[in-house]
């Protein structure tokens, strides 16, 4: 679209205005409780217990989840906490918490890959490639029971038929790029191959395949149509069979899986600070993580078990101590498995409303060598909150003051760790960003606001290297800063904080606007004025939010809401020639299906609505400017309130991820409405 020279001069001006109106933290919560958050919180603690996580392969609802939750639950019994203790659900393969669910036990009693030298009738074991007990990983995950002696075949990718197209598979074992799970029904079920080998890389980055001695963590269906098992290996590893199998030798394998699905339960540790106010108590401010992963599984995410515990530590240390008053709010702590665990709780949650903020962390601790580089992340548009510039002046507090000292200044906050780094934090300050419990927390069935606080990338990211010796306690402690910090305040918000935070949204809408002018000119006519108009009913609705805390005086609110519009009167709108055909249907969301619809290990809408047929959607395959298909499908939902057209939940999304075809936002949410998750209103 074509801009004004008027209108970039506006550009320009807010840019200079918002450079030189950055907020500080100080402002509000005072120096001497940052300054005793600060001093109490240990980097080396969180590393001691996270030592410890990592020893256990933390599978759901498995004996080494249990025990690394024991460890957990002893800590914050040793704490002190007003409460600790375990929260059951079933894990039976048949009950539904919500759109989740109940995944059954994966129990395995042994699993060993073993190459085989000599002959037919005289083969012996020649070397161990893949041991449950030395290296948990080496065995997909759902991997169930089987035994066979058979060669190899390399498939490639193992996804389409081509790929098994005049080669030998049945009762052999096949050699696969692909995650397991993603061929188990084609290799064994279509062609009769006797099990899986995997060499599948782990999460895209520019440290992708780098690193070949990697093995990753493997995924079969946790409700299989095609049983099976699989043994996950290095690219090293493959790349040495492929050489081999290339020059026309036969690899002989005898590969042996005692494993099962069983019914059991679920074990989540919780815990909680209770509040002081009588009339505030009820309401929580919840800091979670999530329990599961891999052995060794120290970044993800073990990292942030023990954060969320260290701010528990250090948080009642201070308050026993009477150095801290007690909050207002009670602050609560929850160890669940990732996703599942979170839709368990708040679908069984009886006041779930009463949440009124989730911190979540998920990878909070990579050290230089990981290439981890951390985020704190506001949530989705759909959830405006004035949480988000909480957590992000927090953020800019601490880069400001870590960078100072890494280049040699005095600072109050150098926020380090006697056994970890100085690097500065550097931390992103990000809007949307999905993959954890967060998006549980933030879905349209609950949208309790909060933060997000993560590193990505990590080059070692769900691998048998993601080992504790990665770990750099400095950034443990300024995560738990972080987590500490922003729970306390929201703990304890009240009209007083309230001028402070208006402060704060004023400064930061200044800056929101300059971003908005620089989107405008890469949009037509017409998404950018609709694009101007979401705008200001975000601000709008970030000022809103603070009405969940404290009430706004009459008087502040007109204040704040004449600021809004006349920023937004000099920031101006374009005005489109004309517009394009809309979808004005109303969707409201059914109140009986709770939850997103895909989760860890099973996926509701791919359930109810098949599995082809949902590989035909167009808007899970597309790909924003600023957000991709996962996102789409996500906020489409979310943004499903009973109010607003097709149109305008398809303009939402061109704000917040970039331009999509309203087609595709309109065949998406006949979908849902196909399987009753929403309805015309």
Not at 361 to 375: E, I, L, S
Not at 408 to 433: C, N, R, Y
Not at 604 to 626: A, I, M, Q
Request: aromatic share 8%; with cysteine.
């Amino acid at each position: 679209m074509r801009v004004s020279r008027i209108r970039v001069l506006t550009v320009a001006s807010i840019l200079s205005i918002s450079v030189n109106t950055q907020a500080d933290i100080r402002e509000l919560v005072p120096e001497s409780v940052l300054k005793q958050i600060a001093e109490e919180i240990s980097g080396v603690e969180a590393k001691r217990n996270l030592d410890t996580l990592t020893l256990y392969h933390r599978m759901r609802a498995s004996a080494q989840f249990d025990e690394a939750s024991a460890h957990v639950l002893r800590a914050l019994q040793h704490y002190g906490m007003d409460e600790a203790g375990i929260i059951e659900f079933a894990a039976d393969g048949e009950t539904m918490y919500g759109t989740q669910k109940s995944r059954p036990v994966w129990q395995v009693e042994f699993a060993e890959l073993w190459e085989l030298t000599g002959k037919d009738n005289e083969r012996v074991r020649q070397r161990r490639i893949g041991s449950w007990d030395a290296m948990p990983m080496s065995l997909a995950q759902d991997s169930l029971s089987g035994e066979v002696t058979a060669t190899l075949v390399d498939v490639g990718a193992g996804t389409t038929d081509e790929d098994y197209a005049g080669r030998n598979i049945d009762g052999r074992l096949v050699l696969t790029s692909s995650q397991p799970g993603d061929i188990v029904d084609r290799a064994v079920g279509k062609f009769g191959a006797a099990g899986i080998i995997s060499y599948a890389p782990n999460q895209k980055s520019a440290w992708w395949k780098q690193d070949d001695r990697l093995v990753r963590w493997g995924h079969m269906g946790s409700f299989p149509k095609t049983k099976s098992f699989a043994f996950m290996i290095s690219l090293q590893e493959a790349r040495n069979l492929q050489l081999r199998l290339g020059q026309g030798e036969d690899i002989h394998f005898h590969a042996k899986v005692i494993a099962e699905h069983r019914i059991g339960k679920h074990s989540y540790v919780h815990a909680a600070i209770t509040g002081a106010d009588p009339e505030r108590v009820s309401e929580e401010i919840i800091l979670t993580c999530h329990m599961d992963h891999p052995r060794p599984g120290a970044n993800d995410n073990a990292s942030g078990c023990v954060s969320i515990l260290e701010v528990a530590r250090s948080l009642k240390t201070l308050i026993d101590a009477e150095i801290l008053p007690r909050p207002a709010r009670t602050i609560r702590f929850l160890w669940p498995a990732e996703i599942e665990g979170s839709i368990m709780y708040l679908a069984e949650h009886p006041h779930a409303h009463l949440i009124k903020a989730n911190i979540h962390m998920d990878m909070v601790g990579g050290g230089p060598d990981t290439k981890a580089v951390f985020r704190i992340s506001g949530g989705p548009i759909s959830v405006p909150t004035f949480i988000a510039d909480v957590g992000h002046e927090i953020g800019h507090f601490i880069n400001a003051q870590t960078e100072a000292f890494a280049g040699g200044a005095e600072v109050a906050f150098p926020l380090t760790s006697p056994e970890g780094g100085k690097e500065p934090l550097l931390a992103l300050m990000e809007g949307i960003d999905m993959g954890s419990d967060h998006d549980v927390f933030r879905e349209g069935t609950w949208q309790i606001p909060g933060l997000y606080l993560h590193d990505w990338p990590d080059r070692y990211i769900h691998t048998n290297f993601d080992t504790a010796a990665n770990i750099d306690p400095t950034k443990l402690k300024r995560a738990a800063f972080i987590g500490a910090v922003s729970a306390y305040f929201l703990a304890n918000m009240s009209e007083n904080d309230v001028p402070a935070v208006l402060s704060l949204l004023k400064r930061n809408a200044l800056k929101r606007s300059a971003e908005l002018i620089e989107m405008r000119m890469q949009l037509e006519h017409a998404d950018a004025e609709a694009v101007t108009n979401i705008h200001w009913q975000a601000e709008r609705g970030k000022l809103n939010s603070i009405s969940e805390f404290a009430d706004v005086l009459k008087s502040d609110r007109s204040i704040a809401i004449a600021y809004l519009r006349n920023l937004a009167d000099l920031v101006g709108s374009p005005s489109a020639d004309s517009q394009s055909p809309g979808d004005d249907t109303v969707y409201e969301r059914n109140a009986d299906i709770r939850g997103p619809m895909r989760a860890f290990g099973y996926s509701y809408l791919t359930d109810k609505y098949t599995e082809e047929r949902y590989d035909e959607l167009k808007l899970p395959k597309h790909t924003g400017t600023n957000g991709t298909g996962g996102e789409y499908v996500y906020e489409a939902l979310n943004l499903v309130n009973g109010n607003r057209t097709v149109t305008d939940i398809r303009n939402w999304l061109t704000a917040e991820l970039g331009p999509v075809p309203i087609e595709y936002v309109s065949e998406y949410l006949q979908a849902l409405e196909s399987v009753n998750v929403i309805r015309v209103r």
